[in-house]
């Protein structure tokens, strides 16, 4: 047996064109293909090592442990890892994020791509890019985008096999920010591993995932065109139609606060009467993701920072792949 | 020929399951039923007379000239009544509204079901209530369930002929009031009329539409046996419906505010954590009309005006049907 101590790093991402349901809630094959950025600068640090000593795997996240649902979808990864390998150790994950939580961004997607890159190396595997995205999107959807480098698809694919990201452009290829604007740092009610599993509830979800395929191709476009108005319109829209299936969900999930309104209206209104290139999105949650070009990025965060409720704006660059960083073997 | 002077009222209405989108946007032909309650202590008060005298149709609107796009479309219902009667004079419009304009409360409604009333029983015409209805349509499509009164339901029809409102209970079938909050009073940018027009440009209408006959059918339902909860679920599911639809068209049309959101949201906690029957919904503006019942109307009136971006309260009734108030012949 070949194992080893493993260390990776993995960015978050923002979706530009977004996942919400699941076809297979289990395998989290997802209704629709989707689209975003990794976001350099903030990560997620992953050390995995199998421990022949060890009577249960261990899970250490920014310094104390977790037990409960959150060891059990590591444990639900590690087996998955576990079952490819040939192994049969538990295993100690010691994770880290850079980032508060609660900040508007999720750290599941960093973080099951890290503890897939660092969990397969530490095992003795070696898994290629397509791999890697199809393991760390068993923990969590979004985390296959968090696999590949810079601006990533995650095609819908038709089983567990070809449900994979990829990258349609590196970090470098064009200069967007994500300004993001903290309303709250409150916890979300609802979990989107919840959200997605209510999705067909909505009357809505059927048409917005019919939809997905014109939406992809315009967004893609306007990725690799440098197309910011085509960009913008096609951000907005996929953002507002996710939450349109949100709010028409039973029950109901309104992430919106008046704060997030606030930050949407006001974006909207620099586009349209100041030509400032600047778009919102929202995640499951209150916070408001502006995006905007890198010579812009600090007349925007100016700008959010002088809306009353906005508490704190983080700002990021256009992130690289999922990487190790360290192999003790 | 004989014409007189004739004086009608009609309220405004407040629609649980909301009119959005045309099938035919000259006859206003609708792309599904819509349920409403009419308004009482709101009105529009018409005279119409028609007059071998004057030149053209005119139209005073609380005491001030309106010419060009007002008048026209006045003159579209009159020429239609003409017809109707087979007279050819011009006709003099006299009508006020007791409530103010930008009050989130449309006024179109009121003012062609009391045009509709009053202009053709001036010109000799004594309509049925379903032919005053589809007459009132034809100005604007709410208008149909300002002629019934108490609780409506404009059914969709398949043609000019069919569709027209009814009442589906009288006003004192079940005391519901309408606390409307008033969080702005600015001028909405996008009428009515073009946003139906532009509705089937978003990818959610059909499904909005497809589902029309279900979400009827339970509102019908909740309040012909008064169940407030059933009531409250479907008219707040409807209203986040239309404007799903709303912000997904082209261009799109964001009628919420920072302060919209801040009154649903309060109303949605305080029926799921206090148990208050209140609920929102939301026509094409700002406003926040907040249903409930007579018996806590005195609270959750207070409760809004505690709000601290709500500017005013109204709080009307149910009301009757549009009515001949004075005939001069």
């Known amino acids: 047996m070949n194992t080893s101590s493993v260390t990776a790093i993995a960015h978050p991402n923002i979706a530009f064109i977004k996942y919400w349901g699941n076809r297979d809630n289990i395998l989290r094959l997802p209704m629709n293909g989707s689209i975003s950025m990794n976001l350099d600068g903030l990560c997620t640090r992953t050390t995995v090592s199998f421990q022949p000593s060890l009577p249960f795997d261990e899970l250490i996240i920014n310094g104390r442990e977790v037990t409960g649902a959150g060891l059990d979808r590591v444990s639900y990864i590690l087996d998955i890892i576990r079952g490819m390998a040939n192994i049969h150790d538990r295993a100690e994950v010691i994770t880290e994020n850079n980032f508060p939580s609660g900040a508007g961004i999720a750290s599941s997607a960093s973080a099951f791509a890290a503890l897939a890159v660092a969990g397969s190396k530490a095992a003795g595997l070696n898994l290629s890019e397509p791999e890697l995205s199809r393991l760390a999107r068993r923990g969590s959807g979004s985390a296959s985008r968090s696999i590949p480098g810079g601006f990533v698809e995650w095609q819908v694919g038709t089983t567990d096999e070809d449900s994979f990201a990829f990258s349609i452009a590196p970090a470098d290829h064009w200069k967007l920010v994500d300004c993001v604007a903290i309303v709250s740092a409150s916890h979300k009610k609802t979990g989107s591993t919840e959200g997605h599993s209510i999705a067909p509830t909505s009357p809505l979800q059927a048409a917005r995932v019919a939809d997905a395929p014109r939406r992809l191709e315009i967004c893609r476009k306007a990725i690799l065109e440098k197309d910011f108005d085509a960009f913008a319109s096609i951000v907005e829209l996929d953002s507002d139609m996710m939450h349109s299936v949100m709010m028409t969900s039973t ?28 778009c919102y999105t929202v995640d499951a949650g209150a916070n408001v993701h502006v995006i905007t070009l890198e010579s812009e990025a600090h007349i925007v965060e100016k700008r959010l920072r002088e809306i009353k409720s906005v508490e704190d704006v983080l700002v990021a660059h256009a992130g690289g792949p999922a990487t190790i960083v360290k192999n003790s073997d």
């Open 251 to 278: 029950p109901a999930l309104h992430y919106w606060k008046p704060a997030s309104l606030d930050v949407m209206n006001s974006v909207r209104m620099w586009r349209t009467n100041e030509s400032i290139p600047a």
